[in-house]
């Protein structure tokens, strides 16, 4: 859905069906790649229906893992 109203998304955030384990978003209804957690003063979360938040997941595991290589590394 491109354009969902106010209450659609409020709908999807508070509904226990789209959160798996409490903890991971599931809609594939939903574009959005970020979207708030139901306690909206928690932060924001992936959406895990979305393709996008895979590739995303693996590119902020790839940076700190470079990171950590790059400070452990012996000159």
């Keep these: 859905m491109k354009n969902p109203s106010k209450d659609t998304l409020e709908e ?3 509904n226990p069906k789209y959160w798996k384990w409490k903890m991971f978003y599931y809609n594939k209804e939903d574009d959005r790649l970020l979207v708030d957690k139901p306690n ?3 932060g924001t979360t992936l959406n895990f229906a979305h393709r996008k938040a895979y590739l995303f997941l693996l590119g902020i595991l790839l940076f700190f ?3 950590g290589l ?6």
Excluded: A, E, V, Y
């Design 40 to 42: 909206p003063m928690l």
């Design 65 to 67: 893992g470079f990171i």
């Design 70 to 75: 790059t400070l452990t590394r012996n000159p």
């Design 12 to 14: 999807w955030r508070t």
